[in-house]
């Protein structure tokens, strides 16, 4: 059940089934030379999470469409292709922008003295006006002083396009986490729905961290692609 599960999964999430519509159960129970119970079961786990919903004389059909983009995309190394979610088709809300001392922790990953000034910048993606994510970003100056008052109006990469911040590396950290109480709020989900958790720096071009960012994104709504290829000698 797991295994057809975690492959139902991978099809609805990718778009794969025409308008929407997964096949019958019966076709299921061929297709995959599975028993009905074990399509049932996988059925109503992708319905618990909220990927499908089965209505009565209609069948099964798809209600949620994840986002995609690709992984160079995401870190904001290379510009977003006509279609990525990171040209123009993201708006966030902003929840706090204002220049805060590091916390230790924030100043130790970013390497400069605790207690450092730097701007707070937290907001919540939307796409599609649907929240996506929450990210919290502490930048340290001269960077925080080009951000501090550009209007923020798209996505992170082109809110630092606008204010002429350039970047060179950017690295995540991938986590999971369940959603308590404040995130589910924001993020309009149920309370310990899992996320995924994001811990990204960002460095400039002389390679200095200068801004460090936790981003909890709803994993039933993005998907992150990425492939690598072997360097031919």
């Not at 929840?95 to 970013?110: E, Q, Y």
Request: hydrophobic fraction near 40%; charged fraction near 25%; charge should be negative.
């Amino acid at each position: 059940m797991r295994r057809l599960r975690d492959l139902l999964r991978g099809a609805v999430q990718g778009g794969h089934f025409p308008g929407g519509q997964l096949p019958a159960e019966a076709e299921l129970m061929t297709s995959h030379r599975a028993s009905r119970a074990t399509v049932r079961e996988a059925l109503a786990l992708l319905r618990s999470e909220g990927l499908i919903e089965r209505t009565q004389g209609v069948g099964t059909h798809v209600v949620i469409k994840p986002v995609q983009t690709s992984l160079p995309e995401a870190h904001g190394v290379i510009k977003p292709s006509r279609t990525s979610m990171l040209n123009q088709r993201m708006r966030p809300r902003e929840l706090d922008r204002s220049v805060v001392a590091a916390p230790p922790t924030v100043a130790g990953r970013l390497g400069v003295p605790d207690g450092t000034p730097c701007l707070r910048l937290e907001y919540v993606a939307l796409h599609d006006e649907e929240p996506v994510a929450v990210a919290t970003n502490y930048v340290l100056f001269p960077e925080a002083a080009q951000l501090r008052d550009t209007p923020f109006v798209h996505d992170w990469y082109r809110l630092l396009d606008d204010a002429g911040v350039r970047l060179s590396d950017s690295e995540f950290i991938f986590d999971c986490e369940l959603a308590d109480a404040p995130l589910a709020s924001v993020l309009g989900i149920r309370e310990g729905v899992p996320l995924i958790l994001l811990e990204q720096i960002i460095y400039d071009l002389a390679g200095r961290p200068f801004d460090l960012a936790f981003i909890h994104t709803r994993g039933e709504r993005f998907r992150f692609v990425s492939r690598g290829h072997e360097e031919l000698s």
